[in-house]
Each structure stands twice: as structure tokens, then as C-alpha cells.
């Protein structure tokens, strides 16, 4: 019986979803707790310093999702802090660039997301994630009025130390019923709320319903579609020439 009560509910609520059209949600972000305490491990004065300084500065940043029942996304910058003189200090400058490395888009009746990436490349380049594949749990906690459920999965950063496995604990909301999340995270039967990706913690603060909203679309028609090997190898070979020029 209860099993039927919760397939009526999903039900109602996806049909009275997709009668409001769409939303914005608003993040907060800051470091993981198992990054930080990695970092703060090297025991190094500059790291502590690095640590400290991009928290207290990750804390005045805010996200925008932005969605409709198109099954289409769009994420960027919200709210940057700056100083009096209106120029980011160095630290700041830092901050964002950590919490904004592009934009992510999904499409409708397409798999994963695509991402826009701000820096390094040609304008043109857009790189397809897949999603990653999680696993449900029954653990359930409530975000706001909302109640949202655990998921688990893990991803692989690579960088010049080796490969890293970072484990990610993601809380969904079935009776938001769309796949949608911040970054490049999605793929879950509800919008994710809360998502601890082993380096950044993301947490929405607020969730505006409209009717009608539109999402901004990617600018340029003629797009370089890359995966996420290739840009990957074209990230290794952006940074190996970067360090080149340096050495001269």
C-alpha cells in the first residue's frame, strides 16, 4: 500500500512540477572537509594560508542553476565578492575561478551535460560529460522544506601527482522530478540540493519556481564538440606548452 501512496505522490508531483515550468536555484559553495584537511596535511605555512584565504572568500559566492521542463540547464556565476575599489583582489580572483570554470548545459533527449569552459581554449570548444553513475541509498535527510535522499559515486582527478579517486555523496529530491544539479553533476530522479564532490561542496539556499523560464543558450552556432578524453589531452598539452613559454 505504501509502495502505491509513493508512486501517486511522484506521480502528482511530477504532473504539478511540469505545470510550473521551470526555476531557478541558488548554491552556496565551500571546500570539502576531506580536501581541506588533505591540503592542510603538507604542513606547509603558504598552504594553510592558500586554505584559510579561499575559504573566507568561497563563503560570498553564489551559483544560479536555472531550469525548464526541456530538460535544459544552465549554470554560471550568480555573485562574485569584490572589494571597495570594485576590483577582485588576488585571492578573490583566485576564488572565482575555482567556484566558475564555465558554464554546463544539458539538452533535451540528449545523455550528460555540456560544458563551456572559460579559459585556455578557442570560444568555440564545448566538452560532453557523461553522467556519472550513482548508487541509491535509503538514507534520507530534509533541506529546507524539502526531503532529499543519498547517492553515492566517485570520480578520477587527474593532475602532474597521478590519478585520484574522490568519493562523492550526493542529496536529491524526487519531488523535484528533474535530473538537474550544480557543476556538472546530474542524472538523479530529482534536482540535487546538497553535493559533496571530494574537492567542493555545493548547497542550494534558495529555489524559485516561475512559469516561464527561459535558458540561455549557447552562443556560438558552429561548436567544437570535444569528450572529456580529449579535452583531457588538450589540457596537458595547453599547460606542457604554457610551461614551455615560461621557460624561455
Same mark, same amino acid.
Given at each position: ?13 511530477? &504532473?504539478?512540477? /511540469?505545470?510550473?515550468?521551470?526555476? *531557478? ?5 565551500? $571546500? /570539502?572537509? @576531506?580536501?581541506?584537511?588533505?591540503? $592542510? ?43 571597495? =575599489?570594485? @576590483? ?51 538514507? $534520507? ?12 559515486? =566517485?570520480?578520477?582527478?587527474?593532475? =602532474? ?16 522530478? #528533474? ?9 538523479? =530522479? ?15 539556499? @534558495? ?18 564538440? #570535444?569528450?572529456?578524453?580529449?579535452? *583531457? ?11 614551455? &613559454?615560461?621557460?624561455?
Amino acid at each position: 500500500m505504501r509502495k502505491y501512496f509513493y508512486c501517486f505522490l511522484l506521480l502528482y508531483t511530477t &504532473l504539478s512540477f /511540469s505545470q510550473i515550468g521551470g526555476g *531557478e536555484v541558488i548554491y552556496k559553495i565551500s $571546500q /570539502s572537509t @576531506n580536501f581541506t584537511e588533505s591540503l $592542510q596535511k603538507e604542513n606547509r605555512t603558504s598552504t594553510h594560508s592558500l586554505v584559510t584565504g579561499l575559504s573566507e572568500h568561497l563563503k560570498d559566492i553564489e551559483l544560479s542553476l536555472v531550469f525548464n521542463t526541456d530538460n535544459s540547464t544552465f549554470y554560471t556565476l550568480k555573485e562574485a565578492p569584490m572589494t571597495n =575599489s570594485g @576590483n577582485p583582489s588576488k585571492m578573490q580572483e583566485f576564488a572565482i575561478n575555482i567556484a566558475h570554470t564555465g558554464n554546463y548545459f544539458r539538452r533535451a533527449g540528449e545523455s550528460g551535460v555540456f560544458y563551456k569552459p572559460n579559459s585556455f581554449f578557442d570560444s568555440n570548444i564545448t566538452v560532453h560529460y557523461q553522467d556519472f553513475e550513482w548508487e541509491l541509498k535509503d538514507d $534520507q535527510k530534509k533541506i529546507g522544506n524539502y526531503i532529499c535522499y543519498k547517492a553515492t559515486s =566517485s570520480r578520477i582527478v587527474k593532475n =602532474s601527482k597521478g590519478n585520484f579517486t574522490h568519493a562523492m555523496v550526493a542529496w536529491y529530491c524526487p519531488d523535484i522530478a #528533474v535530473g538537474y544539479g550544480p557543476s556538472r553533476y546530474g542524472g538523479l =530522479s530529482g534536482l540535487i540540493l546538497e553535493i559533496d564532490d571530494g574537492e567542493m561542496v555545493y548547497k542550494a539556499i @534558495n529555489i524559485e519556481f516561475k512559469k516561464k523560464m527561459p535558458i540561455p543558450e549557447l552562443k556560438n552556432k558552429k561548436i567544437t564538440l #570535444v569528450s572529456e578524453e580529449e579535452y *583531457e589531452q588538450l589540457l596537458l598539452k595547453k599547460i606542457a606548452d604554457f610551461k614551455k &613559454l615560461m621557460a624561455n
